[in-house]
C-alpha cells in the first residue's frame, strides 16, 4: 500500500472523524485524479503530440487518452473530431502514489512556489491545478525541449470547499495562508 494511502486510513479518517464527529463511511476521500493536456495548437505536429503523449505517460504510469473535439469551432480552426487534448484518469495505488509525489517532489520544485490557491475549489469539492511546465515532474526533467502545460483535478467526496480543504491539508497539499494585511 503507498505511504500516502496509509497515512490516510491511519490518521486522518480518524481524526476527522473525532473533530467533524462523523462516521467512517461520511469522512471526505478522494475519489480520483485527472490529467488533462491540451493540444489544440500543436496538433498538426505528430512527433511533438508523440513526445507529450510519452511524457504524461512517465508523469501518471498509464497511457493517456485522447480527446477529440465534439463540434467545429472555426475560430480556433478546429473540426469536429480533430484531437484537442489528452487525459489519464488515476484512481486506487496509483492516485495516491501520484498525489504523493505531487505534493511531496513536483510543488517544491516550481519555480517561484507560494502555495496552493484555496480559490481553486468548486463548489463541490473538486480542486484543479494548473502546472506551467511538465519538467517539474521528476520524471520527465530531462525533456527541456517543447516544455508544456498541464491540468491536474482532484476529484473528493466532500460536499463544501472548506471540507476539501482541510481534507488536502491533511494529504500533505500546502495552501497558501490567507493574507491579513
Given at each position: 500500500?503507498?505511504r500516502?494511502k496509509d497515512?490516510y486510513?491511519?490518521?486522518?479518517?480518524?481524526?476527522?472523524?473525532k473533530?467533524d464527529?462523523?462516521?467512517?463511511?461520511?469522512?471526505?476521500?478522494?475519489?480520483?485524479?485527472?490529467?488533462n493536456?491540451?493540444?489544440?495548437?500543436i496538433?498538426?505536429n505528430?512527433?511533438?503530440?508523440?513526445?507529450?503523449?510519452?511524457?504524461?505517460?512517465?508523469i501518471a504510469?498509464?497511457?493517456?487518452?485522447?480527446?477529440?473535439?465534439?463540434?467545429?469551432?472555426?475560430g480556433?480552426?478546429?473540426?469536429?473530431?480533430?484531437?484537442?487534448?489528452?487525459t489519464?484518469?488515476?484512481?486506487?495505488?496509483r492516485?495516491?502514489d501520484?498525489?504523493?509525489?505531487?505534493a511531496?517532489v513536483?510543488?517544491?520544485?516550481?519555480?517561484?512556489?507560494r502555495?496552493?490557491?484555496p480559490?481553486?475549489f468548486?463548489k463541490k469539492?473538486?480542486?484543479t491545478?494548473?502546472?506551467r511546465?511538465?519538467?517539474y515532474?521528476?520524471e520527465?526533467a530531462?525533456?527541456t525541449?517543447?516544455?508544456?502545460?498541464?491540468?491536474v483535478t482532484?476529484?473528493?467526496?466532500?460536499k463544501?470547499?472548506?471540507e476539501a480543504q482541510?481534507?488536502?491539508?491533511l494529504?500533505?497539499f500546502?495552501?497558501?495562508?490567507?493574507?491579513?494585511?
Amino acid at each position: 500500500m503507498s505511504r500516502l494511502k496509509d497515512m490516510y486510513l491511519e490518521k486522518i479518517v480518524p481524526q476527522l472523524q473525532k473533530e467533524d464527529k462523523l462516521n467512517k463511511m461520511a469522512v471526505p476521500k478522494v475519489e480520483k485524479v485527472v490529467i488533462n493536456v491540451g493540444i489544440g495548437k500543436i496538433r498538426a505536429n505528430e512527433g511533438l503530440v508523440n513526445q507529450i503523449k510519452k511524457n504524461i505517460e512517465a508523469i501518471a504510469g498509464q497511457k493517456p487518452a485522447v480527446r477529440k473535439a465534439k463540434k467545429a469551432i472555426s475560430g480556433f480552426k478546429v473540426r469536429e473530431g480533430d484531437e484537442v487534448g489528452l487525459t489519464v484518469t488515476l484512481r486506487g495505488e496509483r492516485m495516491y502514489d501520484f498525489m504523493d509525489k505531487l505534493a511531496n517532489v513536483t510543488l517544491p520544485r516550481v519555480r517561484d512556489f507560494r502555495g496552493l490557491n484555496p480559490k481553486s475549489f468548486d463548489k463541490k469539492g473538486g480542486f484543479t491545478l494548473g502546472i506551467r511546465e511538465h519538467i517539474y515532474f521528476p520524471e520527465v526533467a530531462h525533456s527541456t525541449e517543447n516544455i508544456h502545460g498541464l491540468e491536474v483535478t482532484i476529484v473528493t467526496t466532500a460536499k463544501t470547499p472548506v471540507e476539501a480543504q482541510k481534507l488536502l491539508k491533511l494529504l500533505g497539499f500546502p495552501f497558501k495562508e490567507k493574507d491579513n494585511g
